[in-house]
């Protein structure tokens, strides 16, 4: 069985405690934390294991591996790890995982997983508790495929696939460390002379990068739902997984529920609508009554927003980032899009966040009566609307920065905090660049 922590950790001698900020209303009943920071930076000081379900980690274990996995296998081995009956996809072993009407986990090997492996686009979800674990290293998931064949037609190169928005060049990163996004043009002819671009005609996809790409470097991100759970209530817990694609974004949990969501060391990019014009989320996840607390984790390279938490009428949702990133997000006709963002009554903590270069939004957006502790967290603002915004607080809203950085700059307007009608409340806060401004009955005051 998988080690299993309980309760929080307790300070180091080189660490001290973090409270939480006078007024802030947490609920330290149902989600205890202990806060602290040290020379690694800040932690909520948390197992993460301890925060879902103990039954996941007393049940059975159903191995995947993509390679040599077989799905007519049973998953099961004689212990975490032994993955000599192992399955093919993750569909089938939450398939196999349902069956026992009991909590479950599937161990992954690491390697590469495409198209419809994950939920079989949607279709197989889990159904109790489980945890998805990335075994001996990174899962990457990709809703599409991660090798293509070339073929030269005089100006662009093209290969037979078919249903995509957006195309990648996988062997060049941008300064954030993300794939490099292709143009898409109108046809093969204006793919020609457009360097780094790409169209469709038909069923192929056309690209023009100047050379003939190798196998591996283009991600063409088709019309596949990503790590999408649209009906599963239980527990969730991901680790070491990485997903790129989803029409409705690459983590989107969507159903009326009383659970906690727990992510691990993982990454979530380049969202892709089947609809161009209804851009969705990085990670979106809605109408959840309880924790959702993601470590070391990233999402990024979003359609819209990439952190994305609303309650949407139902009242609960904590949400704890520690050391995670949003950046590079917005793409398309895509407007208001967010590094991170709260509404409704979601009550958050973000320590050592990094958010910024997102395209016609604000980078930190918290809205209506939510409540937000931000704690060492930087922000970079270079919007393209005409104005950079790093920290806004609208509505009735409050946010408490402490030991923040902002920098909001390259537009017409540039602020590093907004209270619109919110209250924002600073502690160490340090503005690089960019302005304050109240409106709206909102005030910034130290606290």
Known sequence: MLGLGVGPTFPTPAERDLPLPAGFDWNTSLHPVAPGQGPGGRTARLVPRALVSAAIWSGPAFHVDGATGNDANSGLGAGDGDFSAAKRTLHSAFVAGNATGAAYRVLVRAGQYSESAFTRNGQDEPAQPVAIIGWDGPVHYRTGPFALTWTSQGGTYSAATSSTNRVFRTDQTTEHGLYVELLRVADPVACAATSDSWCTAGSTVHVNIGKIPDPADIAVIRNFHGARFMTHTGDLYLENIHCEGGITGALHCDPVATRNIVGVNCSFRYSSPSNAGAPLDAVRIRRTNGLCAFLGSDASGGAK????????????????????????????????????????????????????????????????????????????????????????????????????????????????????????????????????????GGSVTPF
């Open 305 to 440: 927003d990439g952190w994305n938490f609303h309650e949407d009428g139902v009242a609960g949702l904590h949400v704890l980032l520690e050391g995670c990133r949003g950046v590079a997000n917005g793409w398309g006709v895509a407007t208001s899009c967010n590094g991170f963002t709260t509404h409704n009554g979601v009550r958050a903590i973000v320590l050592d966040g990094d958010f910024g270069w997102s395209r016609n939004g604000t980078e930190v957006h918290c809205i209506q009566t939510t409540e937000t502790w931000l704690a060492g967290s930087r922000v970079t603002a270079r919007d393209i609307d005409g104005s950079s915004t790093a920290f806004k607080c609208s509505n009735s809203a409050k946010m408490w920065l402490q030991d923040t950085f902002a920098d909001a700059d390259g537009s017409a307007v540039n602020l590093a905090i907004e209270a619109n009608g919110g209250s924002v409340f600073t502690r160490g806060h340090v503005s690089v660049s960019g302005g304050v401004e109240a409106s709206g």
